[in-house]
């Protein structure tokens, strides 16, 4: 089903796009952004929510906590606003005190995407396209995106593709904010999480990775046993003190599930599988001043923060005549 969701002051017009089934998970699209606006599960009779939504297009247009957005050129952040590649240093759009996040000033979330294709039946299905020129908030090629977003019974999955002209890092992902609980004004601290890594990146004063991949094993950061997502004491770890909770990138061991989620209150549970490398767990702690009410937790398939400033880290660099695919999905049961 598709429907108008209001224009934009350029003229634009923004639709809704609603994936998904009657009596199973059902989603509903943004053309601006892609933005996942709602996703809901019935649940022992009632539909309940799991992301937090806003209820307008006015709201969407000023929101700064990319809520539901599709995430690009690059997700996560730069340090300084800024890279090397092939020997020339390419300045960015600092939108973070001195760092790039999550593509810069205006990154995709702010642009109403084409619909290349809708499908229904028992694959139901939207395909987005993106056309983002050289240049933009810094960075080189022209780049071609699609996003297909789809729901198969109880999963919801996207995929990107891309392809550009000249060298260019690329780092796509989605950002929703779950809360599983079916409650947004439910805390988050009693959901249990469980995420396949053994390693993760430690982060420095700014936010971004200091390039060490640093083991799990007796820190905080060791989720691969289900445990409560409560934020340990600042004592506990100077990487909790520095941070105020849990805003790091796992090193993923490649095994699936790469993260599941399970909520005591709604009983529902959440499998997070990808090919990318690594998965942002961030606990949303700034939603207490942004949008005070509503508690959620991103978990965001990625490649590493920072990756072309860092040899070590997975490449991020796309080049003409590749194509990059990646892929993430979201199961629920119950």
Known sequence: MRRPFGRLANGHEVEAITLGSEDGLQAEILTLGGTLRSLTLPVMGKRIPLVLSLPDLAAYVKDTSYLGQLVGRFGNRIAGAAFELEGKKYPLTANNGPNLLHGGETGFGKYVWLVHGVGGGKTSHVKLGHYSPAGTNGFPGNLDVTALISIYENTLTLAFEATTDAPTPVNFTWHPYFNISGDAGRPIDEQRLMINAARYLPISESRVPTGEIAPVAGTPFDFRKSKSVRVPPPSSHPQIALSGGFDHCWA???????AEIQSPHSGVRMAVRTNLPGLQMYGAYHLRTAYPGLHGICLEPENFPDAPNHA?????????????RSWMSFSFST
């Open 252 to 258: 993923l061991d490649g095994r699936a599930p790469a």
């Open 312 to 324: 070590n880290f997975p490449n991020s660099i796309l080049r003409p005549g590749e194509t990059h």
